[in-house]
Structure formats: structure tokens, C-alpha cells
């Protein structure tokens, strides 16, 4: 298959959501240069058609839109600034950062890279690793108009819904809003579950009546099945959600913002990652509440399907 | 159209959400009593085929099933064991209460009448007036299965999906759990929508972009939407919320079940209507985090679109 438009496409960060993410562009079409820090992951891209470009720098030279998919804003500073991206990009080119970070410094960096020619776009996502394997991300994208339409194509081919919300910083701070509503959502539906459960009701039952009306959500789907069955397996990790809820709080706090429900989810997820919980999936929320209630969900589950 | 089986159909409470249930019952061809406190709506029923019972006894002595679609718990106790209803009802009768109701009155009052022969389901249902009308409310059914088996044909007219939850005080607590995730996430979204708006992000772009991912959910949806129209004309009044949040509380307090960031949500209600904003739609939760925050969204949706 020929590449689609001029665009050279690059990709850094090759992670359980990048591998999958540039997987799509190759299989779309698009020359592909990559690089990651890890050597597997650039062979197995590499095996499926892409090129090695041995560096951040290698990378930049040889492409025209570069997608990162890294997992912290310090990573993401090193990458274009100290690892040579954007020193071997050509005016004109456009980084296209996916990763969540903090709108503050994506406006810092956008400005930055602006005075030579390049784009920064703020492009991150929703949809965890399912959603990247499967390509049906929801993709935010803050930054100028004519930049993304020179990324559109590439983000097209890697995620279902793309949506221009703004300048520099709107992405990211959509994906805070997102996360804010995310959190939020799986606390209610664990409160629930929890308070069903102790009432002696199946929660099974309850999740599939709710799913019916105005309580319905993708959370109550996806996160509420994963209460059923205890299974904190991630999916999107306690450690990654406390990283946005800390920027979610530092956002609203600058700009005089109260988000008094958040709040105690915020705290919930600082006790259950402090407790030794980084690593499990964001649902086990409701292990706290669970605790402090004296009732498991899942053992009720289990006990009146049988 | 004949009458399906043999239920001979009962209907008291004919206000916003029973009237168009009870017209869904004869236009599936039931045989319907009704009696409502206000003569308007009875003779609107009675025009369009139903018979006038003249009161909930005569409703009794007419029926098989009766639906009850009443205000507040008083009003359904006064309605059953004041005003003659069971006295009226034949032994296998089933009443059917598909208001918002405190679970430990159900198991009681089922208690009661189970030692006349009669069955009482609490079914109350999720999707406001809008469901009512269109026939798509879910309904989450507790009490016996043979009951539910009798009253299920008319359920079946009346909603989309009928989850038999479990016993007497199963419904209830079920519509209680509903209730705690629909304000929750209501206050989730206002919060998310306020930061949005505070950060010069479009709430309608973020709405859109949310929509796409895992923040996903009919709150987002439809209070999303009346959010960033300032439209509070109800749909779900804050003062019928309030009274769910006291039943939510009372139930959390009885268990031992801690809700945290749901308490932070019933106080907001309670402040809402203490504040007059009672005849409100609930989607209203949004103005008290508006004023502290200092920003409306609805002026933002407004601005960032023109």
C-alpha cells in the first residue's frame, strides 16, 4: 500500500499504547520511522515494515509529523528538547503529543517550538489499550487549525473520533476533564455497588437495571463488570490516574476552580496508590470503599448468581 | 384490541409521569381503571377508553394488577390502607408501587398485605418523563417472581427493560443506587464543564470529545447538554432529588456503608433547594459550582461558538 498524502510519519514511544498506535499507520499506509527506549519493540515495528531511526533525532529527520506516546511530561520535555527532535525537524513539521500531561507546559512548549516553525499539538487520548488496539480512541487535540489538518490523516488512522477543542493546552486540559469525570464515575458507581451489595441485593442485577436509564455509562459497563469480578487487572492504572488527578487539582486550584466531589476521589486515589494499589486498575476504587463498609461486591455477586 | 391475558388493569396517580403510562397500557389493549386526586387527567383517560374507578377502592374492586405511579411514600401508604385499595382487592391481586420509595417501607407494607394474599412489587423506574412518554424506562422490580410473572405484561407496555432485582425492597434499593450515580455523575460532569470553561476550553467541544472515551454516559448526554444551555427547566426536579438523597443516606447509615463523595453531592442538593432552586431540573448542580468558581458555562458554550 502506497503512503497516503506527503506526510512522513514518526512515532516515539513504543509502549502498550504506542505499539499498537503506529501498528495502525503502518497498516494505513504511512512510511513509519520509530524509535523507542526499549530494543523489542522497535524490532517488532521494524518487522512489520517500519525504519529505525536510532534516535529522537533520527527519528525527527527523517519525518514530517512525529507522534509521542510517552509516559510523563519530563519524558516528553527530553525527547524534544535535550534527545534532538526538534533540533532535526524542519520548519513546518508538526510533533503531535499524545501522552496526558499539563496544559501549562504544553502551551510553554508549543510557544517554544513555534519561534522555529514548528507545531506542537496537545493530542491526548481516551479509550486505554483496548481502545488503541482496536482504533477507536477518542482523540483531543488542542493547537492551530492548519497543523492538525497535516495530522489528521495519521490521527485518523488511530483513533474513531478526533475533536479540534481548541489552542495549545486544550487538549490536554479536555483530557483532565475527562479523567475528573472518569475518576468521579467510578466512585459513584462503587458506592453503589457497595451500598447494593450490603443491602443484600445482587449488584449484578443492579448494574444491569441501571444500565437501562439515566445511571448508564461506559463506567458502569466497563468498570462496574470489573467490580463484579474483582478484577483489578489494568486497564488504566491507580499510579497514571493519581499523575492527572494531581494535574486536574493544580489546574483548578490556578484558576480558582472548586471541584468539591473530585476532591475526594483525588484523595481516594493518593490512599489507595500510598497503600501499595499503583499498579491495579483505577476500579479498585471501590476497594476502599468496600473496607471501610465491611462488604465485598464481587462475594455478593457471586453468591446470589449461584 | 382485546385485553392481553386475563389482568384486568389498575391505574392510580395520573400526573406527569402516569399518564402517559396508563395511555401505553390501553393502547396495548388492557382493560384500564383509573383514579387520580385531579379530575383533568381522569377524564383525559377516560376519553381516550379508560373507565373512571371513582377512587382507589373502586379502582380495587376493578382490578387485578394496580399501578400505583404516586408522589411520596405517604401518599402510596394512604392510598393502600386508608382509602380502601386493599381492602377492595382480591386475594392474588398484585399492587404494583412505581414511585421513589424508602426500602424498608416496601419490605413492610409487603409484609402486611402478604397476609391478605396480596402481592406488593416495588418497580420503580429510571428515565424520567421522557421515558414515561416514549416507552423506554427501565424498571427495576422487587418482590416475588410469581408476582412480577402476573404484572409483567403490563411492565412490558409500559418500559423498555424489566430487571427483577430481587425481594420486596429489591426495587427500591436499586432506584436508590440509580439515583446515587445519576447526581454524582451529574455533579462530575458540572465540575469538569466549569474547569473546561475556567481554562477558556469550549464545554460544548469538551462535551463532544468526552463523549467519544470512558467520561461517556446519558449524563453527559442529556444534563451535559442542558448545562451549556443554562436550560434548568425540568426533566428531574432537585427537590424530588433531595428526597431520593435522604432515602440514599438514611439506607448508606443503616448498613454502615460510606458513600463519600455522594455525601458531598446530597449536601449540594440540599443547599440547591434550601437556596429555592427546588422546582429546578437537577442538572442545576452545575450553578453552585458556577458561583463558587465564578464562571458560567453556558456564557462560555456561547462565546466559543460565534
Known sequence: MPARGSARAGFIGLGVMGRPMARHLLEAGFAVTVHSRSRGPVEELVAAGATDGGSPGGVGAASDVVILMLPDPPDVHAVIFDEGLAAALAPGSVIVDMSTGDPM??????????ERGIDLLDAPVSGGDVGARERTLSIMVGGRAEALERARPLLDAMGRRVVHVGDSGAGMITKACNQLVV???IQAVGEALVLAAAAGVSPARVREALLGGFAASRVLEVHGRRMLDANYVPGGRVALHRKDARIISRLARKLGV????FDIVADALE????????DLDHS???TLIEAESGVLVADRAQAQEE
Do not use: F
Open 105 to 114: 507546559l504544553a502551551r510553554e512548549w508549543a510557544a517554544t517550538l513555534a
Open 183 to 185: 475518576a468521579s464515575t
Open 258 to 261: 472548586v471541584t468539591p466531589a
Open 271 to 278: 490512599s489507595l496508590a500510598d497503600e501499595g494499589g499503583g
Open 284 to 286: 479498585a476504587l471501590v
